[in-house]
């Protein structure tokens, strides 16, 4: 049996790719200032097309389907899916309404899955290589979503997925704010992530499938601000590891105006370009890599 110690696996992923042109541009300059390296896109975001160009140009970002049901737009119109969006395509904004009606509402869950085949269907048409899928909002963890979630994985042979799992009080002991709300949020989502993870383990086809055994972002979620994602960094829980962002969304949150510089204007953007984070992530303690690249190198581990 080999004694070598391994560098812990770490992805840093950028969620809401397309949701808007500041958002595609800052997860460019991260990447390529070296810190990024995935990002998540949503296929319904009017600046979804701007992404798939920034993609092609920056072909060492990994790219993987960010599942949207929630709060932004879907793909197909009111009259496809009347139960499920508006006028101008949007779905629920309030997670609540949302879940009540996925999992008690036939109708909206018919087109819940309709829209959700259109999603995976309009990601694969890209020809983009395929890193990952998550949720916005994680909302593909819902157990009515979950099922035609993995199903649809298993259709387009994609089998690294997200199952967010961080620890509250290790967030408290990095530094990370005590947020009533994002506290209960997280600890519900623990708990869907447990049964989710006890379910994917339970099938037969369980060893196909990537999730890191971490994920950092739920708790501190729109201020992942330079301190907080060094702190996490040096904590690194897992073998593999994801930390992710949302670097331009207009709910990361605002820069004090005395430091902002070159366009920087959120939190997040300005953690990801920070000297000191690039220079952590260089140590041999740490590899920076994909979901793909984490997935080989457990592979090879074993």
Known sequence: MSTAVHPKLLIINADDFG??????????????????????????????????????????????????????????????????????????????????????????????????????????SLALEWSHVDGHQHFHMHPVVWQHFLGLCEQYSIFRIRIPVEEYRSHLHGGGDRSPGLA?????????????????????DGLKWFVPDRSYGTFQSGNMHALYVQNVVDRLQGRSNELYLHPGTEYARRLPASKELGAVSDVELHALLQPELRTRLAQPDIKLTTYAGAQSCLINMA
Do not use: W
């Not at 990447?31 to 701007?50: I, K």
């Open 19 to 124: 949701m808007s042109d500041a958002v595609n541009n800052a997860i460019e300059r991260a990447h390529q200032y070296g810190t990024l390296t995935s990002t998540s896109l949503m296929m319904g975001e009017p600046a979804c097309t701007n992404a798939v160009a920034t993609a092609r140009r920056n072909p060492g970002l990994a790219v993987g389907l960010h599942v949207t049901v929630t709060a932004d737009h879907a793909i197909l119109p009111r009259e496809v899916n009347p139960r499920l969006v508006d006028q101008e395509r949007r779905l629920r904004t309030n997670p609540l309404a949302a879940g009540l009606a996925y999992r008690f509402s036939a109708p909206v869950k018919d087109q819940l899955r309709r829209e959700m085949d259109a999603q995976f269907t309009a990601f694969s």
């Open 184 to 204: 209960i949020a997280g600890l519900i989502l623990r708990k869907m992530s447990r049964r989710n993870l006890r379910a994917l383990r339970n099938r037969n």
